[in-house]
């Protein structure tokens, strides 16, 4: 498809009350700006970004996870406004998409649609059942006529329920002549891109409109807007994994991010939480656990349980307050309130109640290496680094301070002492 896209994200969203950029606020994991980046890199091998308000520090969260991007800083003191942002950009195509960086809901389809078709512009319109505090969209038969302000709006234009969506698609040689003519003679001194609508309808060009759903379209201004938008994505997102064969129980209460990936028949509970591109293959997640950038494979973790960044579980069984961090396990059982982190564990070991691998030592961190048939008895710590070979097993309460070869027992344990007497000597209880 010939078409270049633009996308405007030099605003400074003061609504959202954060020092953070607005577009750089995360919808399911991902910054607003890379859905629209996404959905723009689907469609063009042309994709511009514009920025002002902490330009620098966008442009380097795209590059760390882009590729092929464009970026045009907006010269927003001389030309502020929509319209201003685009004066100066030259584009690859005949045909340009303007989208905005804090619209995350954007769909593939819909901008499919937008883009369709053969009209000088396509303007994405909305219907709403109440279109107050927004401007009219008025349709000829086919085409917009006009873009009215609401306090602009007479009686009869005011129970016009369409309203415009801020999504274009116009030619380019529209837009090589109509936005060096925006004037910035009105009340806010800004250029206004709407206008183009009005130079193209002067001039009797096609001005076509699209409509589209008002959820996709939806504006994230605030940090309201935001938690609205996350509510949205999060049933898209459940949505469409449980068409997929991923089992949920009570879907509300599961959080997912949109890089997360699943593979055949999963079982997620209530509560669960998965982060980042974790990777769930025909596993078990039980209530209220979290699973952070890991990847899980025929294997069942928690309830309660937390596997973190850079863990691998295959064939494991990880139960409640179990915490693994940077760990891989194949063929593990680790059943209640232990942690393993940075440690290699294989098969057919056992992980007792209280095991802790002791990885930092208040500079680095260490690893622990667990050969296959491993027992680790309850209360043990492992102070790593350190190895222990197969068909090993430590008894309760034992500190490992050094590598176990294999078939050995480690024990250490100081001699148990008893005084006679002694609560009540302690508490002053007489006889």
């Known amino acids: 498809m010939s078409l ?27 910054a607003m700006l890379f859905h629209a980046i996404d959905a723009a890199q689907s469609l063009s091998d042309d994709v511009v970004v514009v920025l002002h308000h902490q330009a620098e520090r966008i442009e380097k969260k795209i590059t760390d996870h882009y590729s092929g991007i464009r970026f045009h ?22 045909r340009v998409l303007i989208l905005n960086g804090d619209m ?17 512009i396509n303007m994405s319109v909305i219907k709403m059942e109440d279109p107050s505090g927004y401007g009219r969209v008025i349709i000829d038969e086919e085409n917009v006529k006009e873009i009215v302000e609401e306090k602009d709006c007479t009686p009869e234009q005011k129970t016009v329920q369409t309203v415009n969506a801020g999504i274009y698609a116009v030619k380019r040689e529209l837009l090589d ?20 609508i009005k130079m193209a309808v002067e001039e009797e060009k096609s001005v076509h409109p699209v409509y589209v759903k008002e959820e996709e379209f939806k504006g994230v201004n605030s940090k309201l807007d935001l938690a609205q938008a996350e509510v949205i994505m999060q049933q898209r997102i459940k949505e469409k994994l449980m068409m997929a064969g991923v089992v949920m129980h009570l879907p509300e209460t599961i959080y997912i991010d949109c890089r997360a990936s699943f593979e055949g028949e999963s079982i997620l509970e209530n509560g669960v939480t998965i982060h980042g591109a974790s990777k769930i293959i025909e596993s078990h997640i039980k209530s209220h656990s979290v699973i952070e950038e890991a990847i899980i494979k025929q294997s069942s973790v928690g309830p309660m349980a937390r596997i973190r960044p850079q863990s691998s579980l295959t064939d494991t069984h990880i139960g409640n307050f179990v915490e693994v961090k940077k760990s891989t396990l194949t063929g ?40 296959k048939n491993v027992f680790v008895g309850s209360d043990a710590q492992l102070v790593a680094p350190v190895t222990l070979e197969d068909n090993v097993l430590i008894a309760a309460g034992t500190t490992v301070t050094k590598n176990i070869a294999k078939g050995e027992l480690a024990i250490s344990r100081t001699s148990l002492k008893i005084v006679s007497g002694f609560f009540d000597k302690f508490f002053g209880i007489k006889g």
């Open 4 to 30: 270049s896209v633009v996308i405007l994200a030099a605003g400074q969203g003061t609504r959202m009350k954060s020092s953070k950029p607005k577009v750089l606020h995360e919808v399911s994991g991902k």
């Open 73 to 94: 800083l907006q010269d927003a003191e001389q030309y502020p406004g929509t319209g201003g942002a685009m004066k100066g950009i030259g584009f690859k195509h005949e």
């Open 104 to 120: 995350p809901l954007i769909t593939t389809d819909s901008l499919h649609a937008l883009v369709a078709g053969d009209a000088d």
């Open 177 to 196: 002549r109509y936005i060096p003519a925006l004037s910035n003679d009105n009340a806010q001194a800004e250029y206004y891109l709407t206008d183009i």
């Open 332 to 371: 593990v059982k680790a059943g209640h309130l232990a942690y393993l982190g940075d440690a290699t564990i294989e098969e057919g070991s056992n992980i007792g109640a209280g095991v802790i691998t002791c990885n930092y030592d208040g500079k680095a961190k260490h690893r622990t290496v667990i050969g």
